[in-house]
């Protein structure tokens, strides 16, 4: 693996780390304080599962540290992370192939979708992409699946369709639960 494919992967997981709004919301918080997970819950108004889902992410990802029971944002590794991977920041190559011309076509910069393709061929493209962003082997609640939704599009019945349509996902019979098909 290249260089640049090393540092377009870690942009691409620093930024999907970052795209969730209550991982994001906890971040900041943590920017200038050190928290416990409690007060973050009740300042979010968030569960606390919920919040130690988030922080276990950010802490993986080592941006947050804790320390006892209280997390704080590590500005350091967070400027280091990301002068390691803009200083070799060059203009952005056309789309190598057909998937990330089609992704380049209707997605928006912050990860929106544009508008649902047409094509079947495209639409397949789109939410191979859109599944990407729910984790294998966790079982979600429709409330969770149309959390990871409405970041796309703001059909997210529609979308959540679709997923399922196309094979993406699949769900209990009562829909009380989805997962994301393993895909060969």
Do not use: C
């Not at 979600?140 to 996902?169: S, W």
């Amino acid at each position: 693996m290249s260089d640049e494919t090393s540092l377009n992967d870690e942009l691409l997981t620093l930024v999907k780390l970052l795209i969730d709004p209550d991982r994001l919301a906890i971040a900041g918080r943590l920017v200038g304080a050190q928290m416990s997970i409690e007060a973050l819950a009740d300042e979010l108004g968030l569960a606390r599962t919920q919040v130690q889902r988030h922080l276990d992410r950010l802490v993986e990802a080592g941006l947050v540290v804790q320390s006892d029971r209280l997390f704080r944002l590590d500005r350091d590794a967070l400027h280091t992370r990301a002068r390691r991977i803009f200083a070799s920041a060059q203009p952005s190559a056309p789309p190598a192939n057909f998937d990330e011309k089609v992704l380049a076509d209707y997605m928006r910069p912050d990860g929106s979708l544009k508008e649902i393709p047409a094509q079947l061929k495209k639409k397949q493209i789109i939410y191979r992409y859109i599944a990407g962003q729910f984790e294998a082997g966790r079982t979600y609640t429709e409330k969770e699946v149309n959390e990871v939704i409405q970041h796309f599009y703001h059909d997210i019945a529609a979308i959540r369709r679709d997923l399922y349509d196309l094979g993406f996902i699949d769900r209990a019979p009562n829909g009380s639960a989805y997962w994301l098909v393993e895909l060969a």
